[in-house]
Structure formats: structure tokens, C-alpha cells
């Protein structure tokens, strides 16, 4: 029997949390995500003690590379890229004991033979008791020959009994529903549907978590989120940036469309339009997440027609769209789009949702507006009022994270004079302690096994169907044109006309 090596950081961390210990397989390691996001969440667990000391972290890409450069690497990454700077050293040498390299191309099938046999070794030494959990962190074009890779060399199999096997995989699922059904099967021949853990960022936000706290655990909120009292609700993600790096030969295949309505915009549509679950656990709030999803309005027709698409044009800090690298000089991309959705039940019948996301907008925000119907009597409509406005609930997801209502009140003074005025929840001043980052969360619930905040099967396939309509629609030849629209804007000015009123914009974030 081999002897197990002692491990520094179960002086170093202490107790685990709530962790069990496990071998961490990055795969794509080299690449920006796991220097941006994985490595330095990875490295903050261990430093607020909340993965067990029986760790070990073995880092899988296609070029030839040392342990000790890769964690030169991932050291780089912390430096540059981790909240808690600067990076503590003695901390970081106990754990860069426990970092690993080991080179395979993603459809070479010895290799992933090879990546079994090392694997074993260190769970060996290192006590993880056979428990792995593999995240994807490359190109999901590759993600067909990993799936087989894996599960060929028996890796969809947990190291000892009692142990677990889970997978972590990033967004793009799939670039539309039938290639998404084809990863499905080809995952569903090598690991059980709750091995899968497909991972979107946005879940792991702190405001996005604390949806599901203010509509269910505050009697005052909940019935008020409904078709009775609402108008309407505007879900916006924004980004002030264009293509950065080679990302434009991917986006320049995806589009605002993909890249972020199918994903973070459909999930936080879901969990602002969900019903009560059953009980508090991950599968009956998955349940609830997908039937708002299966709910919505195919856009048909004259539905299709409320859709608008632009695409960035040149200014002083940067180039057109047409005009980055990676993108075709003639391209009908689109790098803005709003949508105007329904959810057809009954709490939300007749209530339209309208969404937009775009780059090189005017601000880096997101969050969701719920604005409310005005009231049935208006006894104060006089031109002393006349900066009233409908009752509004904003949740802010970036920057600022908070929850704030907007509701009129008097002005001191001898006039009846009202001004809309607000009461706020901010996370920053609420809490003293920072909040983790989104992947913080995400990984250590995939460690611990909890797939509440990830993305089923059904859901994607689900949210699939929907875009793959509005891009039959874009792809008839009466379809209205992509809009340009200049950069540090809000996007085409057309977005307000799926309002139908001349004096409807969409809310400030």
C-alpha cells in the first residue's frame, strides 16, 4: 500500500467547510478563462478555507508544459487577476505543491489514457479518495471529443468507492438546438445526466442568487410580481466593449443572440418570472426555471416583427465591427438586439418582457426593471407632477449590486409637489464582508454537489428552440434589416419602438 504524502495545507486551510476532498481536472488551463476566472477562484476557496486540504489540482492542455511552469502561470494569473491581491505567498507555495500538469490533444485517445494512469497516481498520494471533478475551460468545438475522451478511458468513473465523478462545462452549449441534442446524446453515452454541471457565470452573482430570497422569503414582494400589478419588465445586459482579441471570429458565428439572450438573459428571465417551487431544492427550481422557458411565445409572425438587431458602427476608440479581426468584412452579425417576449400562464398573461444586450453600449450594467402598472385613480396629475412616473423595482446585477424601489413622494413645502425618490439595498454597504466571485460559488457547489444554480439539460434545449425560431425569422427575405448604431450609444434607436408608444423608453440601469 502506498503511503500517503502528508499534506501542508491541512495546516495551512484547516477544516474544510463543507468540501469533500477531490482531484480538480481543468482541462484547457492555458487558456484566458482559467487565468481570469478559474485559477484565482480556485486559489480564494483555499484561502477561505472552503475546499478540503485533500486537493489537488491537475491542469490538462495541448501544449507541452512543466509543473513547475504551470504554476509559474497560474501564479502570474493570481497576480494579475484574483480579488484578494497580493497574492500571499506563503499560502500560494503550500498549494503550488499541489498543482499538476499533464499534455493531451483533446481527440488523441492514448493521451486520455495516459491523463487516467496520472490522475490515479496523485489521488494516490494525495488521499482525494477518487473523487474528480473535470471542468471544461476551451473551445466548446472541442467538447464533443473530450466527452467520448473521458468516458473511453473510463474517467466518467469515479477513482473509489463512495466517490464521485462530476463535469463541469462553460457556455456556448451547443450554437443552436440540434448541435445542443447532439452533445446531449454524446454526453448522455459516457456520464449520467447528474454528473453535468453546464455552467453560466451570471448564477453565481450575488444579486442574481438574492432573486430567489426577495420573491419568496418576503411575503410584501411576491404577489405583486405578477400580471395584476405589472406592466412590464426589461431585462438589459450591456457591455461597453467590442472584440477583444480573436474573439471576433467567434462572435462573428454567434452574435448578441447566442452569446447572451440563449444564456444569461433567458436565465435571469427565469428566475424573475418562475413560479414558487415546491421545496427549496435544485431539481424543483430547475423544474420551475424550465417552464418559463418552454412558455414562451414562439415568434411567429407578427411576434417575429418584435425583434430589432444592430450592429456597432466606427468611432475614435475603436474600429466598426466590420472592421475587427476575426470578422467578415460583410458581416450581418448582429453585436446589439432587443427583444419583446411574452411568457404564455397565468401569472404573466399580457405581460411583455423586453430584453437587450449589446457591445460598445454607453455603460457596463446589467439588471432588471419590473415597472409597475400606474395607479387605477390618478388624483395627482397636475402640471406641479409632472416628473411622476410609474412605481419601479430595479434590480441591479452589475455595477452596484442592490435591489432598489422607486415609488413618488411630497417635496417639503407648501405645494403638492411629488418626486420620485428611492429606497435602496446595496450589497457594499449592507455587508462588510466582499462578495465572492460568481466562479467562487459556482465551483465550490460543484465540488460539494449542488446543481441548483446550474443549467439542465431540458433548459438548454429549451432556450434553444426559442432562439433557433427568431433566427428563422431573421433568415426570411423580408426580415428587417441589421441597424447600425454608434458606439458609447444605447443602439439603435429603433429598440424604443417595441415599446408601441411614442413616450415609452427603456429604464435607465
Same mark, same amino acid.
Given at each position: 500500500?502506498?503511503?500517503?504524502?502528508?499534506?501542508?495545507?491541512?495546516?495551512?486551510?484547516?477544516?474544510?467547510?463543507?468540501?469533500?476532498?477531490?482531484?480538480?481536472?481543468?482541462?484547457?488551463?492555458?487558456?484566458?478563462?482559467?487565468?481570469?476566472?478559474?485559477?484565482?477562484?480556485?486559489?480564494?476557496?483555499?484561502?477561505?478555507?472552503?475546499?478540503?486540504?485533500?486537493?489537488?489540482?491537475?491542469?490538462?492542455?495541448?501544449?507541452?508544459?512543466?509543473?513547475?511552469?504551470?504554476?509559474?502561470?497560474?501564479?502570474?494569473?493570481?497576480?494579475?487577476?484574483?480579488?484578494?491581491?497580493?497574492?500571499?505567498?506563503?499560502?500560494?507555495?503550500?498549494?503550488?505543491?499541489?498543482?499538476?500538469?499533464?499534455?493531451?490533444?483533446?481527440?488523441?485517445?492514448?493521451?486520455?489514457?495516459?491523463?487516467? %494512469?496520472?490522475?490515479?497516481?496523485?489521488?494516490?498520494?494525495?488521499?482525494?479518495?477518487?473523487?474528480?471533478?473535470?471542468?471544461?475551460?476551451?473551445?466548446?468545438?472541442?467538447?464533443?471529443?473530450?466527452?467520448?475522451?473521458?468516458? !473511453?478511458?473510463?474517467?466518467?468513473?469515479?477513482?473509489?468507492?463512495?466517490?464521485?465523478?462530476?463535469?463541469?462545462?462553460?457556455?456556448?452549449?451547443?450554437?443552436?438546438?440540434?448541435?445542443?441534442?447532439?452533445?446531449?446524446?454524446?454526453?448522455?453515452?459516457?456520464?449520467?445526466?447528474?454528473?453535468?454541471?453546464?455552467?453560466?457565470?451570471? +448564477?453565481?452573482?450575488? &444579486?442574481? %442568487?438574492?432573486?430567489?430570497?426577495?420573491?419568496?422569503?418576503?411575503?410584501?414582494?411576491?404577489?405583486?410580481?405578477?400580471?395584476?400589478?405589472?406592466?412590464?419588465?426589461?431585462?438589459?445586459?450591456?457591455?461597453?466593449?467590442?472584440?477583444?482579441?480573436?474573439?471576433?471570429?467567434?462572435?462573428?458565428?454567434?452574435?448578441?443572440?447566442?452569446?447572451?439572450? %440563449?444564456?444569461? $438573459?433567458?436565465?435571469? +428571465?427565469?428566475? &424573475?418570472? $418562475?413560479?414558487?417551487?415546491?421545496?427549496?431544492?435544485?431539481?424543483?427550481?430547475?423544474?420551475?426555471?424550465?417552464?418559463?422557458?418552454?412558455?414562451?411565445?414562439?415568434?411567429?409572425?407578427?411576434?417575429?416583427?418584435?425583434?430589432?438587431?444592430?450592429?456597432?458602427?466606427?468611432?475614435?476608440?475603436?474600429?466598426?465591427?466590420?472592421?475587427?479581426?476575426?470578422?467578415?468584412?460583410?458581416?450581418?452579425?448582429?453585436?446589439?438586439?432587443?427583444?419583446?417576449?411574452?411568457?404564455?400562464?397565468?401569472?404573466?398573461?399580457?405581460?411583455?418582457?423586453?430584453?437587450? &444586450?449589446?457591445?460598445?453600449?454607453?455603460?457596463?450594467?446589467?439588471?432588471?426593471?419590473?415597472?409597475?402598472?400606474?395607479?387605477?385613480?390618478?388624483?395627482?396629475?397636475?402640471?406641479?407632477?409632472?416628473?411622476?412616473?410609474?412605481?419601479?423595482?430595479?434590480?441591479?446585477?452589475?455595477?452596484?449590486?442592490?435591489?432598489?424601489?422607486?415609488?413618488?413622494?411630497?417635496?417639503?413645502?407648501?405645494? $403638492?409637489?411629488?418626486?420620485?425618490? !428611492? $429606497?435602496?439595498?446595496?450589497?457594499?454597504?449592507?455587508?462588510?464582508?466582499?462578495?465572492?466571485?460568481?466562479?467562487?460559488?459556482?465551483?465550490?457547489?460543484?465540488?460539494?454537489?449542488?446543481?441548483?444554480?446550474?443549467?439542465?439539460?431540458?433548459?438548454?434545449?429549451?432556450?434553444?428552440?426559442?432562439?433557433?425560431?427568431?433566427?428563422?425569422?431573421?433568415?426570411?427575405?423580408?426580415?428587417?434589416?441589421?441597424?447600425?448604431?454608434?458606439?458609447?450609444?444605447?443602439?439603435?434607436?429603433?429598440?424604443?419602438?417595441?415599446?408601441?408608444?411614442?413616450?415609452?423608453?427603456?429604464?435607465?440601469?
Amino acid at each position: 500500500m502506498s503511503r500517503i504524502a502528508a499534506n501542508p495545507l491541512d495546516i495551512v486551510v484547516g477544516k474544510p467547510r463543507c468540501s469533500p476532498p477531490c482531484a480538480f481536472v481543468l482541462i484547457g488551463a492555458t487558456g484566458d478563462l482559467a487565468a481570469r476566472k478559474i485559477i484565482p477562484a480556485l486559489y480564494n476557496l483555499w484561502k477561505e478555507r472552503q475546499v478540503s486540504g485533500r486537493f489537488v489540482v491537475l491542469g490538462v492542455g495541448r501544449r507541452p508544459m512543466t509543473d513547475e511552469q504551470f504554476r509559474r502561470s497560474a501564479l502570474d494569473a493570481l497576480r494579475e487577476h484574483s480579488r484578494s491581491r497580493p497574492v500571499d505567498e506563503e499560502l500560494w507555495s503550500a498549494l503550488a505543491a499541489q498543482w499538476f500538469y499533464y499534455k493531451v490533444q483533446s481527440q488523441d485517445a492514448e493521451g486520455y489514457r495516459g491523463l487516467a %494512469q496520472r490522475l490515479a497516481g496523485l489521488e494516490r498520494q494525495y488521499g482525494t479518495g477518487g473523487s474528480r471533478l473535470f471542468h471544461l475551460a476551451m473551445p466548446p468545438e472541442t467538447y464533443g471529443s473530450v466527452f467520448r475522451g473521458l468516458g !473511453r478511458a473510463g474517467l466518467a468513473q469515479p477513482g473509489g468507492a463512495g466517490a464521485f465523478v462530476r463535469l463541469v462545462v462553460e457556455k456556448p452549449f451547443g450554437g443552436d438546438l440540434h448541435s445542443a441534442e447532439k452533445l446531449n446524446a454524446i454526453l448522455a453515452e459516457h456520464f449520467d445526466e447528474s454528473q453535468v454541471y453546464r455552467i453560466d457565470h451570471y +448564477l453565481g452573482k450575488e &444579486t442574481v %442568487q438574492n432573486l430567489l430570497v426577495f420573491r419568496f422569503a418576503n411575503a410584501i414582494f411576491e404577489p405583486l410580481l405578477s400580471g395584476r400589478y405589472v406592466d412590464r419588465v426589461e431585462i438589459t445586459t450591456a457591455e461597453t466593449v467590442g472584440m477583444e482579441g480573436r474573439r471576433g471570429a467567434y462572435y462573428d458565428a454567434a452574435g448578441a443572440l447566442r452569446d447572451m439572450v %440563449q444564456n444569461h $438573459m433567458f436565465q435571469l +428571465l427565469a428566475l &424573475t418570472a $418562475m413560479e414558487p417551487p415546491a421545496r427549496l431544492n435544485a431539481e424543483a427550481i430547475r423544474d420551475e426555471k424550465v417552464r418559463v422557458l418552454q412558455a414562451l411565445r414562439s415568434p411567429m409572425g407578427e411576434e417575429a416583427a418584435r425583434t430589432v438587431r444592430g450592429q456597432y458602427g466606427a468611432a475614435a476608440e475603436g474600429p466598426a465591427y466590420r472592421q475587427e479581426g476575426g470578422v467578415a468584412p460583410d458581416s450581418r452579425t448582429e453585436t446589439y438586439v432587443a427583444l419583446k417576449v411574452f411568457v404564455d400562464c397565468p401569472r404573466w398573461a399580457g405581460v411583455p418582457f423586453y430584453l437587450r &444586450t449589446g457591445k460598445r453600449l454607453a455603460a457596463k450594467a446589467s439588471g432588471i426593471v419590473v415597472v409597475f402598472k400606474r395607479e387605477a385613480v390618478r388624483l395627482f396629475s397636475g402640471p406641479e407632477c409632472d416628473v411622476r412616473g410609474p412605481n419601479r423595482l430595479e434590480i441591479r446585477v452589475f455595477p452596484d449590486e442592490g435591489i432598489h424601489l422607486v415609488f413618488d413622494a411630497k417635496v417639503p413645502g407648501p405645494a $403638492m409637489l411629488l418626486r420620485p425618490v !428611492r $429606497m435602496s439595498f446595496r450589497y457594499g454597504s449592507e455587508f462588510s464582508s466582499a462578495s465572492p466571485e460568481a466562479y467562487e460559488h459556482l465551483l465550490l457547489d460543484a465540488i460539494c454537489g449542488d446543481p441548483t444554480l446550474f443549467i439542465r439539460r431540458d433548459e438548454v434545449e429549451a432556450s434553444w428552440r426559442f432562439i433557433d425560431a427568431v433566427r428563422r425569422e431573421w433568415d426570411r427575405p423580408d426580415a428587417p434589416p441589421v441597424i447600425p448604431y454608434r458606439p458609447g450609444s444605447w443602439g439603435p434607436q429603433e429598440a424604443d419602438g417595441l415599446f408601441g408608444d411614442p413616450y415609452t423608453r427603456w429604464q435607465p440601469l
